[in-house]
């Protein structure tokens, strides 16, 4: 998936500067791009040349001026068109902690405690996110709805890892059991 698309998504709700954009993409986790400079400028270049965006210049007493970037009716229709021709991504499963499990010998509970921690750790960050509204676009009710399960997604996701870690660890407890009865 292109950055490029998303840029647009953003813009669509509302006109944003660069740094707006970077910060935007920085907050929201279940974007897979990091929201750099580099992305984004390179990005925003790339579609004011292919005419899906415009710039202005806003100016502020006591403050750098900034360039404010607007979708444009072509940039709508691109987006649009990208969501309707491209089917959507299933989930992805390949982690390197699962092959890590698979062959972890006596430090496989360790490894799972550890893995407990750091998803309880973000499922309380994206739960205080989500109650926060940080990152929602802040438009109409369907907006801040699609956006909040968004994050719902998210914290599902996370929390369903997290049971799967607590059965696991159960789980591996009983060999333990089962040894020591032996």
């Known amino acids: 998936m292109s950055i490029n698309y998303t840029i647009l998504g953003l813009l669509e709700g509302k006109d944003m500067s660069g740094y707006d954009l970077k910060k935007v993409m920085q907050e929201l986790d279940f974007l897979p791009w990091s929201g750099n400079n580099n992305q984004i400028y390179k990005a925003l270049v790339q579609l004011l040349d292919e005419g899906l965006v415009v710039n202005r210049t806003e100016h502020k007493d006591g403050a750098p001026s900034k360039k404010i970037y607007s979708?444009?009716?072509?940039?709508?229709?691109?987006?649009?068109?990208?969501?309707?021709?491209?089917?959507?991504?299933?989930?992805?499963f390949k982690k390197i902690f699962l092959a890590q499990l698979?062959?972890?010998?006596?430090?496989?509970?360790?490894?799972?405690?550890?893995?407990?921690?750091?998803?309880?750790?973000?499922?309380?960050?994206?739960?205080?996110?989500q109650k926060r509204q940080i990152?929602?676009?802040?438009?109409t009710e369907r907006q801040t709805y699609i956006w909040t399960m968004l994050y719902e997604n998210l914290i599902d996701t996370y929390q369903c890892e997290l049971n799967w870690a607590k059965k696991m660890k159960e789980g591996m407890a009983k060999f333990h059991e089962d040894k020591s009865n032996k």
């Open 135 to 139: 990152g929602f676009p802040h438009g």
């Open 71 to 92: 979708i444009t009716q072509l940039g709508k229709s691109t987006l649009h068109t990208w969501i309707r021709e491209n089917p959507p991504s299933l989930p992805e």
């Open 102 to 129: 698979a062959f972890a010998g006596e430090e496989g509970e360790t490894l799972l405690e550890q893995y407990q921690v750091q998803l309880e750790e973000q499922l309380a960050y994206h739960q205080e996110k």
